[in-house]
């Protein structure tokens, strides 16, 4: 099938936006703890480098541009139907830890953890939710594979988080609008928020007061939802693993590989020299005296003055 230019200059625009360089830093955390820690249900915050993630930065004021969920291995699944659905999207061993997410050039896709092995990930686990909902949770994202990332999602809620004093309000969102009654497809943190919220999980439900049983909680839509807000959830547990272990024995600060050099870092990459101490010098009682001048150096300078005040004339010539 032939593309057509538009189609062409879509995709042109698409991977100049996803396009993502090489990670130059470290990533602060252990990704080796973090594998085989993780557990199915857990929801992953990752830190994107591509120009989409600076524009979601952006809007959302967090360093946490994409969402994905972890299902786990497919080794894991008893149920022979989401076995295949899994094998019908990746080509992968069954012992590959597996993720789900929604990218924007493919849509609602399975992707290996080991994917985002140079990117720095969080971890929010959902608290007290039973294994029941949780198997829930992972078979609702599963059976969503396949479906197309809506981008027009993502402008419409860039322009509904928008105050109405930047934009008329005739150009208010139509986040809540189709044509078709149909679901609306989502973007990635949208579609984990749907999961739970099938099982009543709570992310950021709205409260209001309520006469008889003292509150009322209601969901909230799913396609408001942003990556942080799984972070800043009160029922989600963020989980970090750091790059050095502090469950280690302590003092475990003591055995990091601090630079020998002692060269101060900059946040611009620079390594500057550290700065010299300069001795002030104080009047005492009309005499100087070096500030840090220990008494073995202050009984030192005084034989000196003693030594040349004994002097005769004749020395001193």
């Known amino acids: ?127 007290g939710i039973t294994p029941a909902d949780l198997n829930l949770v992972v078979h609702y994202a599963i059976k969503a594979l396949g479906q197309p990332y809506n981008v027009r999602h993502l402008l419409d809620l860039t322009r509904f988080m928008l105050p109405w004093t930047i934009l008329p309000r005739r150009w208010g969102s139509s986040l809540f609008r189709t044509s078709t009654g149909e679901p609306e497809s989502g973007i990635c943190s949208s579609l984990i928020a749907e999961a739970f919220t099938s099982v009543h999980f709570p992310i950021l439900p709205y409260i209001k007061p309520d006469d008889e049983s003292g509150i009322e909680v209601f969901q909230r839509n799913p396609h408001l939802f942003t990556p942080k807000d799984f972070d800043y959830s009160p029922y989600f547990e963020i989980i970090k693993y750091p790059l050095f272990n502090p469950d280690e024995p302590l003092p475990y600060y003591r055995r990091l590989p601090w630079s020998k050099s002692g060269f101060l870092h900059q946040d611009d990459g620079i390594l500057h020299a550290p700065l010299k101490k300069t001795r002030k010098r104080l009047h005492i009682f009309g005499r100087h005296k070096e500030e840090g001048q220990s008494d073995q150096d202050k009984k030192g300078d005084q034989d000196k003055e003693q030594s040349t005040t004994d002097q005769t004339p004749h020395d001193k010539e």
């Open 1 to 127: 099938m032939v593309k057509s230019l538009y189609q062409k200059l879509r995709d042109k625009f698409i991977n100049w936006l996803i396009y993502e360089p090489p990670a130059t830093d470290i990533m602060p955390y252990d990704f080796n703890r973090l594998k085989y820690e993780i557990r199915p249900g857990d929801v992953l915050l990752i830190e994107g480098r591509s120009r989409i993630s600076s524009v979601i930065r952006t809007i959302t004021q967090s360093p946490w541009t994409h969402a994905a969920l972890y299902i786990g291995r497919q080794v894991d699944f008893e149920d022979e139907e989401i076995k295949n659905i899994i094998r019908k999207h990746i080509d992968a061993k069954d012992t590959t830890r597996l993720i789900i997410e929604d990218m924007m050039d493919n849509g609602t896709v399975i992707t290996p953890l080991n994917f985002y092995h140079h990117h720095h990930i969080r971890i929010c686990r959902p608290i």
